[in-house]
């Protein structure tokens, strides 16, 4: 049997981490776990359920009842929220600040990182998240860290918003709200995003997505 082992993928929102894991997971044939869709699910079933993802009380009440599931079908991840697919619905701008208020509240983060630590422990993934290389698989066999400027992201982030056929927000709305979330991800008390000494640093916007894949690779097939 093949070895099963792990790839941490770290960073702010917009720096490329879904892009890129998805990209590895393609060319290693290997499985992808997105965990920013399990907080994104989360935050999503506080709007829904009518909660401030910043009441912890409530939220607690909320994790009890709530049914999450991650399903992998045709090769792609799928988020199950009391019983119906809500992977379509967790990219919008009001889910991204529910989702980042949601992730700091500990007992939020303990029920995700206990089913992320679940669903790669018997298979090789790679993951990106926050709190990856830190927290989750702290013996990761590669670890890497993304950085790009807030200005870059928030112009990915817009482009993307744009081709789903998102037009709710402008360059200004986007990049206030990639600031709010660096803030709060970056200086929560629980798991905050960090860069570990043993992970690899690249930046974005230096060199480009498709650069930063090949790189990426190579670090893994060395
Ligand atoms: O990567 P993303 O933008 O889809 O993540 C959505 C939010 O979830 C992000 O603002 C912070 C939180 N998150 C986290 O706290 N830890 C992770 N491992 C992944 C995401």
Known sequence: MSEVYQIAIDGPSGSGKSTLAKGVSAKLG????DTGAMYRTCGLCALKRGISPRDVDAVKKMLDTMELKVEFKDGSQHMILDGEDVTGFIRTPEVSIAASDISALPCVRKA???MQRDIA???TF????RDIGSNVLPNAKYKFFLTASAETRAERRLKELNEKG???QNYEEVLRDIKYRDKQDSERASAPLVKVDDAI???TSVIGIDETRDLLLSYIKE
Do not use: K, N, T
């Open 121 to 123: 422990s018997s298979q």
């Open 201 to 203: 640093e690249i930046d």
């Open 30 to 33: 290997i499985m992808y776990l």
């Open 126 to 129: 790679v993951l990106d998240g």
């Open 112 to 114: 995700m990182v206990d």
């Open 166 to 168: 998102d037009f709710s």
